[in-house]
């Protein structure tokens, strides 16, 4: 190979490691730190067809239906969430939540008074959560 100081064109020698090869084959060339030496990598062969970067793919991700994700939120706060794919804290506050107002309801019909908003707004976002698991798994919602 032909030794030169600053085959990089950087103005300085880069230090001693592997390169690609100055030669095109795809392969890597060992230099130095001075000149290119006869040592050489071929090309990494290409990834086998089965081991290629596939799009990502969920194949246990079906679709959620809104209008479930409302009737399980309705007969118990946070069910809808569940079924919807959430995991963050607050389908757990409202199945917690709801377990207190149904005990209340029950032992007094006091509870009634807060489940009812809770119920409404938890039907909304169990729905709105539904809808956004299918368009984060590229999924149809169902109607």
């Not at 880069?14 to 090309?43: C, E, F, I, K, L």
């Not at 809104?66 to 506050?93: M, N």
Request: with cysteine; hydrophobic share 45%; glycine share 8%.
């Amino acid at each position: 190979m032909s030794e030169s100081s600053d085959p990089f064109g950087t103005g300085s020698s880069p230090s001693a490691d592997w390169y690609p090869d100055p030669s095109g084959n795809g392969g890597q060339r060992y230099w130095d730190g001075n000149a290119w030496t006869d040592h050489v990598r071929a090309p990494a062969p290409a990834a086998p067809q089965w081991q290629q970067q596939q799009p990502a793919i969920n194949q246990y991700a079906s679709p959620k239906s809104p209008i479930l994700a409302i009737v399980l939120s309705i007969l118990w706060l946070g069910a809808g969430h569940f079924y919807a794919g959430r995991t963050d804290a607050l389908p757990i506050v409202f199945a917690v939540v709801n377990l207190f107002l149904w005990i209340l309801t029950l032992m007094c019909l006091i509870g009634i008074i807060g489940w009812v908003p809770m119920v409404i707004f938890a039907a909304i976002d169990a729905r709105r959560s539904a809808i956004d698991f299918n368009d984060r798994h590229g999924l149809a919602t169902p109607t």
